[in-house]
């Protein structure tokens, strides 16, 4: 398995946590319920899962093993 673009995976790992971290201290300090939390992490999720395939995220590569 190549190291291809594990700078950016790093990045996007770093993301992940900062929106972690800010969506904690968020709904600590508005005092959000936390089913609101997963109702906001699924449309988080669809949101991405559009935005990726609009923007074509399969690569060119990624066919059969």
Not at 4 to 15: P, Q, V, Y
Not at 31 to 47: M, N
Not at 53 to 62: E, I, V
């Amino acid at each position: 398995m190549a190291c291809r673009g594990s700078g950016s995976s790093l990045m996007l790992a770093g993301l992940i946590v900062t929106l972690v971290g800010l969506a904690v201290a968020l709904t600590h300090t508005f005092e959000i319920p936390r089913y609101w939390i997963t109702v906001g992490v699924g449309v988080a999720l669809l949101v991405a899962g559009a935005v990726r395939a609009a923007l074509g995220g399969r690569r060119p590569d990624a066919g059969a093993s």
